[in-house]
């Protein structure tokens, strides 16, 4: 984005009314901790309890990273601007958010779908699945997640450097994003809506072809199993990461597909601070509350962590 005259912006947030401010900053708080609190107690059992150190919860370990990293990006900035009432944001600190908030969303969406192929593999072909996923190829998918991610966000990215404001520097939004920032630009935006639109598409339609074509011999493969308690213990290893699935690409869906009319613009900002604050606190619950080997670990953790604080 090329600086013509503005060198900084003002964030309007969600409102000027100071008692919901103030509700809405404890609410952030709140989920911001539970976020970090509950992100690093998956990292952290990932990474002292053996019975963890499957390729699934290798790649647990990355998303919860993964979703630290996405609400860390905006929501301590917004909490400060806030706390202090400084809206002011700078030009290049615009640009970094927009950089890792747009590579760590991105970023999400090629993560779940290899999730979604490593479950895949589990089910339907358990014979190989170690062989298949083995440290080496787990690092190259993760490595191949990012670099997919960047891939995406290059050409937006380029196009957004060159976008000139003139006038207005007061993004309607609660932090920096593309759409707020085209809004108020002098420069002729079209080529970067379309851009935008079209990665975005691109991306969706990429990774949740992986995750329903995934899913779709996912249960084909547990209707064959001959006993109730093999497709009941099949689906609960997958029902946890198809939740997450869900709440990711409906509300990604919402905010993309659904027209851009001036009166939805409220909405938008609310479900995007949605995305940001309750999403990274509902994933990391979803998972330990539904998986009893996550479970036992942190059950596990807790006893050695109070047998060694009695000696």
């Known amino acids: 984005m ?9 964030l309007l ?9 103030g509700l809405i900053f404890i609410f952030l708080f709140l989920t911001y901790t539970l976020s ?15 019975h963890l150190k499957t390729p699934m919860y290798f790649f647990l370990k990355n998303f919860s990273f993964l979703e630290m990293s996405f609400t860390s990006s905006c929501i301590p900035r917004y909490l400060y601007s806030i706390a202090t009432g400084d809206r002011v944001i700078t030009y290049n600190s615009c640009v970094l958010q927009v950089f890792f908030t747009d590579l760590c969303g ?9 999730m979604s192929y490593d479950r895949y593999l589990a089910i339907c072909k358990p014979l190989h699945y170690v062989t298949i996923m083995s440290n080496r190829v787990c690092r190259i998918l993760i490595i191949s997640c990012w670099m997919s ?14 976008l000139k404001f003139c006038d207005s520097n007061k993004i309607d939004h609660f932090g920096c994003d593309a759409f707020p920032l085209v809004k108020i630009s002098c420069s002729e935006t079209w080529l970067m809506e379309q851009t935008v639109i079209i990665c975005a598409v691109l991306t969706l339609n990429m990774t949740l072809t992986c995750v329903v074509l995934s899913y779709a011999c996912i249960v084909k493969t547990i209707l064959r199993f001959p006993s109730a308690q093999q497709k009941k213990k099949a689906f609960s290893t997958c029902s946890s990461h198809m939740i997450v699935v869900s709440i990711t690409y409906g509300t990604c869906i919402f905010i993309y597909i659904n027209p851009t009319a001036k009166e939805e613009v409220a909405i938008k900002k609310v479900v995007s601070l949605l995305i940001f604050s309750v999403s990274p606190v509902l994933n990391p619950f979803i998972y330990t509350l539904r998986n009893n080997e996550v479970k036992k670990a942190f059950k596990d953790s807790i006893k050695r962590i109070a047998l060694f604080s009695s000696k």
């Open 2 to 10: 090329r600086n013509s005259t503005v060198t900084k912006f003002i």
């Open 13 to 21: 947030g969600l409102t000027d009314d100071p008692e919901l401010q």
């Open 36 to 50: 970090l609190t509950g992100n690093l107690t998956i990292i952290t059992l990932t990474f002292v309890d053996s």
């Open 106 to 114: 991105v970023t999400e969406f090629f993560l779940l779908a290899t």
């Open 149 to 162: 991610g960047l891939c995406v966000l290059i050409p937006p990215l380029s196009l957004g450097l060159n």
